[in-house]
């Protein structure tokens, strides 16, 4: 069982970063992938990023790449989501996934209660 907690949510205005953290529990946080997706008001949840478990690789969605990068502190059991450059249309909550794999549709097994993210314009 792994408990996923995230944190760093916020306003900001167009243009500014974000810095959102996952905090996992538990002492198998290095066995799994790790993914960031969003929801936004009347749409559907949608994959953000993806890291495996050893942080060696890395998969963004179009919609964020080049403007967000995942990461993770094994040490800290914490996975990370910089967000840059940000635009109105990256509002939503964002929610962090664990599982032995990330589906881009699917997720993860574990889930966090999700962080809101508003970016005006």
């Known amino acids: 069982q792994v408990q996923l907690v995230e944190s760093g949510g916020g306003l900001v205005q167009a243009g500014g970063s974000l810095r959102l953290s996952c905090a996992a529990s538990g002492r198998t946080f290095t066995r799994y992938a790790m993914g960031w997706f969003r929801q936004a008001p009347g749409k559907e949840r949608e994959f953000v990023a993806r890291?495996?478990?050893?942080?060696?690789?890395?998969v963004y969605s179009d919609a964020v790449k080049g403007r967000f990068t995942i990461s993770r502190d094994n040490a800290k059991n914490t996975v990370y989501l910089q967000m840059n450059s940000l635009k109105p249309e990256d509002t939503a909550v964002y929610y962090c996934?664990?599982?032995?794999?990330?589906?881009?549709?699917?997720?993860?097994?574990?889930w966090g209660q999700g962080t809101q993210v508003t970016v005006s314009a």
């Open positions: 890291i495996s478990s050893t942080g060696g690789t890395t």
């Open positions: 996934a664990a599982g032995r794999l990330i589906s881009t549709s699917s997720g993860g097994d574990y």
